[in-house]
């Protein structure tokens, strides 16, 4: 564990964000607005605005560390899951210097799939049962002996979230294994390959800060990770999300607190590689409760950015509480009233091969829409000018008094935005805003039948 400290004023603090994307963004965003003095590796034309970027890939651990010590950073936020599983927390402690996130050991929640289902095994947490085959060609015999029925399909390492495949039929499945054994990216995640049966009901994202002990459970999300509208096309990073998610209640988050976060928790500890840093259950509400879909080791991506824009407290605090495992002495954190919706601009040919280099307007122009901040989340400063430069480029995140009003004034600023095959689902919310009506209507009609009187249409908000 690393040695605790005594954390001085905020401004005169110096916090390391490890990364290049929104979610890095939205995390020096909030950093800096916390009144520390932000630095991010690599960083990205947006975190430049509120840090300095400094140009060391987050690969590259030997340069980090060296960067932390040259330059007395007191923290280092570590935001994707590749360095974390590669080690770069364990570089940092050897080092003796303070970070957040898990050891690589613990990181293997995300980074293995058996390994993540072996310990909800070990701490009797909901999930789907599942067979593990080394190599496609074991997988395809299972495939072609078993009942024709909907499974899902995974990589057992990381695949930069495309390498699940949902499939409707066997010969969804086996089109995913011929995926999987055909394409270089997915080369060292199918040394394992996971078939589970399918889950079916809303699927639903809850993270929390934990420290090993003491774990802070986070307002619930609903994640986008299909291309297009409707929850159609092929998986990707993520093209959206919203918080908080109607779909769970009070009473339902501290029961998947209890049954799953606490659990898994509990048995890494007990399988002695306790977790500390971001705790990230993405689940599957079925009518038989929640169950866990997957685990991640960090901020989701563009989750991390609905919850930062909501987060009214300091989140330095609650990190460094984390860090010196003192999370049980902080008060809760405090959230905007509300809701905030992240919509994904990504580029044409998303999530296959796309056009870098293309410029990018009307930034200044949406930055302009009330209660909206724009986080870059592959851009590159050229000549003054702002560039795309991969595929997800922007996640333009509104915080509004209502779901529906984040949701229009979120869109309202994606349509001042335009560079040459630039595109976004349109839909981000629709779900949540879906339930809320459900929920309305199911008020109004009980108060109505308490009264004996007739409920009265809902008339919608627009978004």
């Not at 959206?240 to 209640?249: I, K, N, Q, S």
């Not at 300091?314 to 002495?329: G, H, P, T």
């Not at 869109?411 to 981000?428: F, N, P, Q, T």
Request: charged share 25%; aromatic share 4%.
């Amino acid at each position: 564990m690393p040695a605790s400290r005594n954390p001085t004023a905020a401004t005169s603090r110096r916090v390391l964000v490890v990364g290049g994307g929104g979610r890095e963004h939205a995390i020096a965003w909030k950093l800096a607005r916390d009144g520390a003095e932000v630095l991010v590796a690599p960083g990205n034309a947006g975190t430049a605005a509120v840090a300095e970027n400094v140009p060391i890939a987050a690969a590259d651990i030997p340069s980090l560390v060296k960067l932390a010590q040259s330059r007395q950073v007191d923290l280092t936020v570590v935001g994707p899951e590749a360095p974390l599983v590669a080690g770069i927390v364990d570089a940092f402690d050897t080092a003796g210097l303070r970070i957040f996130g898990p050891t690589a050991k613990a990181a293997q929640l995300e980074g293995s799939k058996l390994f993540c289902k072996q310990i909800m095994h070990r701490g009797d947490v909901p999930t789907a049962m599942f067979r593990e085959f080394r190599g496609v060609a074991r997988a395809r015999d299972y495939l072609q002996a078993r009942e024709d029925m909907p499974v899902v399909v995974k990589a057992d390492g990381l695949a930069a979230g495309k390498g699940v495949f949902v499939c409707n039929d066997r010969a969804e499945a086996l089109a995913a294994l011929d995926s999987l054994g055909n394409d270089e990216q997915f080369a060292a995640a199918t040394k394992g390959i996971l078939i589970e049966e399918r889950l079916d009901g809303i699927e639903v994202s809850v993270m929390a800060i934990t420290d090993g002990r003491t774990i802070v459970t986070l307002p619930p999300l609903q994640d986008h990770k299909a291309a297009h509208d409707g929850d159609s096309g092929p998986n990707t990073g993520g093209m959206g999300a919203y918080c908080p998610a109607p779909f769970v209640d009070a009473a339902m988050l501290a029961d998947i607190e209890a049954r799953i976060l606490v659990p898994t928790a509990h048995a890494m500890r007990r399988a002695k590689v306790p977790f500390h840093g971001v705790l990230y259950a993405g689940l599957m509400l079925t009518a038989q409760g929640p169950k866990v879909l997957e685990f991640n080791a960090r901020f989701g991506d563009p989750e991390c950015e609905a919850l930062m824009v909501r987060l009214e407290s300091s989140l330095l605090e609650l990190l460094d509480a984390a860090v010196d495992r003192r999370l049980e002495s902080v008060e809760p954190p405090r959230w905007r009233d509300g809701a905030s919706v992240t919509v994904v601009m990504a580029s044409e040919g998303y999530p296959e091969s796309v056009q870098k280099g293309r410029a990018i307007r009307g930034l200044d122009a949406a930055a302009k829409v009330p209660d909206v901040e724009v986080f870059h989340a592959a851009t590159r400063t050229v000549d003054g000018g702002v560039q795309s430069d991969g595929g997800r480029v922007l996640a333009v995140t509104a915080v509004a008094p209502s779901l529906a009003r984040a949701k229009l004034q979120a869109y309202s600023a994606v349509k001042e935005i335009r560079w040459l095959g630039a595109w976004c689902r349109k839909d981000i919310s629709d779900k949540g805003l879906a339930r809320e009506r459900e929920l309305l209507l199911a008020d109004e009609a009980s108060a109505a039948g308490a009264a004996g009187e007739p409920a009265e249409p809902v008339a919608e908000e627009s978004a």
